[in-house]
């Protein structure tokens, strides 16, 4: 048996790179500038709380493989997520604490899709959102990124071994994976929902 806890996460604002500028203008403009650091505040306290939780499982480290959404199989992971950590992100800083304890980090992503995405996005950006277009193809790409991250996981993660999953909650790959994979939610009140906002 192999066992993939899957792990909620929310974008810090190191997280969001070139996305950041426009992403917090477009949340100052709807809410001001309080509640964007309120926003900032409770995403912080919420990855303090996942580390703490992951911290109470007392994981047996070298038999565990990290997967973390948007990480593109490229030989370089470990650098990446050195070099996002240094620049504030949670979700980075203690994936290399757990590294650092023994976990293996596992590229997660293809690349190619990853690009497309962005790419996207970055034309949405520009056009001034979304448009019923826009969202299918949003959707299709998001789609492929599943299959491709169940892909990864059926295909590294050996018996025996637990995987944790850091995902965002637009994605839904638990369907995708094989029987012998169980699934389990670390936190099962954040189960994840199609459609949801990552």
């Not at 309120?38 to 493989?65: K, M, N």
């Not at 948007?70 to 990446?80: A, F, N, S």
């Not at 950590?85 to 992503?109: D, F, P, V, Y």
Request: charged content about 20%.
């Amino acid at each position: 048996m192999r066992t993939l806890i899957l792990v909620p996460i929310i974008h810090t604002k190191h997280d969001l790179g070139s996305l950041l500028d426009r992403t917090k203008h477009e949340y100052v403009a709807r809410f001001g500038l309080a509640k964007w650091a309120q926003h900032l505040d409770a995403i912080d306290g919420f990855w303090d709380g996942i580390h703490a939780v992951i911290t109470a499982l007392e994981l047996p480290c070298t038999s565990v493989r990290l997967y973390q959404d948007g990480l593109p199989i490229c030989g370089k992971e470990v650098e990446i997520v050195k070099d996002v950590a240094a620049q504030g992100s949670k979700n980075h800083q203690l994936l290399l604490q757990l590294i650092q304890q023994g976990c293996r980090l596992m590229g997660t992503e293809d690349p190619r899709l990853l690009l497309q995405e962005y790419q996207f996005h970055q034309g949405a950006l520009r056009a001034g959102g979304q448009d019923s277009a826009r969202e299918d193809q949003s959707l299709r790409l998001l789609a492929e990124r599943d299959r491709f991250i169940a892909a990864r996981i059926d295909a590294t993660l050996a018996a025996g071994e637990i995987g944790l999953l850091f995902l965002g909650l637009a994605h839904n790959v638990s369907p995708l994976l094989p029987d012998d994979i169980l699934v389990r939610n670390l936190l099962p009140s954040l189960k994840p929902t199609p459609g949801a906002t990552p």
